[in-house]
């Protein structure tokens, strides 16, 4: 058991969960590590006293609630969930195998939807937490090809967490979805990134030089893993932490792109939109 502010990092074997956890252990915090093999995270960030290596596939529901249990054992509360394991699954559409738009779903929707709930009793039951879940700027605007998947699971993320956080708000636990731009971590790795298997002819000129530009950017991304980590930390300290946190330069100029866009759209038909009532309303 102990006095120290608890979180649960999902992901925390590889990429960007390795430098939450750090940053977390760096702060005085207790961590339990998760991922689908728990050496991994042991391996990557030692032994502490504080940390818990846990295994996790978040696709799977009761391994979740298993987590949960094993950090409530541990340490006695959750304070903190972060939601940062996920995977791309980058293609055309119409050429991505249907298995695998639903594999997306599963891990970058589906797992936080399950972690999340298996974490709910807890905070509830503490009347205090905070779920935190690393979106991406694909949840708010997807700008490029190979992103059909990825970005419904991201869409599907951002919903989910807005409509969440008015649920469990009387019960003292807020939540903060954080959207990266384009950070040097392991998404666009051969180990984290699957390409639908060219299949059309229309696309195939588009295909290679979607393929060749994803991968040139694998490792020279401008986005500091560490420091969102950190920036992470002090935000998670507010009293009040932003229910959206827009992480990188480039992050922020998509949001108030995105956001003069929907103003221009809401403004372009403006008497149409708003001559649609009943006439004896």
């Known amino acids: 058991m102990t006095d120290k502010q608890v979180w649960l990092i999902t992901g925390a074997g590889r990429g960007m969960g390795i430098d939450i956890a750090r940053a977390a252990l760096a702060a005085g915090y207790a961590v339990v590590g998760t991922a689908r093999s728990a050496a991994s995270v042991t391996t990557a960030l030692g032994e502490h006293d504080d940390l818990l290596a846990v295994p996790l596939d978040v696709t799977e529901p009761a391994a979740a609630e298993a987590a949960i249990a ?3 054992g541990r340490f006695g509360r959750l304070d903190v969930v972060v ?4 995977s791309f699954y980058a293609g055309f559409f119409e050429e991505m195998a249907p298995e695998d738009f639903r594999a997306q779903i599963e ?3 589906f797992g936080p939807v399950n972690v999340t709930r298996a974490a709910l009793p807890q905070m509830r039951a503490q009347r205090s937490g ?3 879940t690393i979106s991406s700027t694909a ?3 997807s700008t490029g090809d190979f992103l059909t998947a990825y970005a419904a699971s991201k ?3 951002e919903g989910f967490m807005e409509a969440l956080s008015t649920e469990v708000a009387p019960y003292g636990i807020k939540t903060m979805l954080v959207e990266p731009g384009f950070f040097r971590t392991e998404l666009l790795s051969a180990q984290s990134t699957s390409y639908a298997e060219p299949t059309i002819e229309d696309y195939a000129e588009r295909t290679r030089a979607t393929v060749a530009g994803w991968q040139s950017m694998d490792g020279k991304q401008g986005g500091d893993p560490a420091k ?18 827009a992480a990188g330069a480039d992050a922020v100029e ?3 792109t995105k956001a003069q866009t929907l103003l221009a759209q809401a403004s372009a038909h403006r008497e149409l939109s708003s001559s649609l009532g009943h006439d004896d309303a």
């Open 130 to 132: 905070l779920v935190v």
């Open 83 to 86: 939601n940062n394991a996920g």
């Open 254 to 256: 998509l949001f108030e």
């Open 70 to 72: 094993a950090t409530v």
């Open 155 to 157: 869409f599907g993320v």
């Open 139 to 141: 949840g708010i605007a």
């Open 228 to 245: 969102l980590a950190d920036a992470l930390v002090q935000l998670v300290a507010l009293d009040e932490p932003p229910l959206r946190f």
């Open 107 to 109: 891990s970058t929707l």
